[in-house]
């Protein structure tokens, strides 16, 4: 059975950092991909960034590219994400998601596996 279990979520002021973390279990498929997505209040849920997990290769939401980075631990299974200069629109609850079934990473539907979520709050 794969488990995801995210970390690392909180409140933070604009132009704070965080680092979310993804513990997984139960999946060793190296040749596919690791990603995060946010959902907003009202919105709908969004790709933010991506990562192979054998080659590394990323992929980022053009609305993060240069702030957010996201890493993979093989060693013990688990991803990272990275997050600089956040800003009030950052706010979302994030998830990380694993095992892709289709062709792009920031198809939401197209994951098989997710946690459960952890909430980032950017204040003004």
């Known amino acids: 059975q794969v488990q995801l279990v995210e970390s690392g979520g909180g409140s933070v002021q604009a132009g704070g950092s965080l680092r979310l973390s993804c513990a997984v279990s139960g999946y060793n498929n190296k040749y596919n991909y690791r990603a995060w997505f946010r959902q907003a209040p009202g919105k709908e849920r969004e790709g933010v960034a991506a990562?192979?997990?054998?080659?590394?290769?990323?992929y980022y939401a053009d609305s993060v590219k240069g702030r957010f980075t996201i890493s993979q631990d093989n060693a013990d299974n688990t991803g990272y994400l990275q997050m600089n200069s956040l800003q009030p629109e950052d706010t979302a609850m994030y998830y990380c998601?694993?095992?892709?079934?289709?062709?792009?990473?920031?198809?939401?539907?197209?994951?098989?596996?997710w946690g459960q979520g952890t909430q980032v709050t950017v204040s003004s």
């Open positions: 998601a694993t095992h892709l079934v289709g062709l792009t990473w920031s198809d939401s539907d197209k994951y098989t596996d």
């Open positions: 990562i192979h997990i054998a080659t590394g290769r990323t």
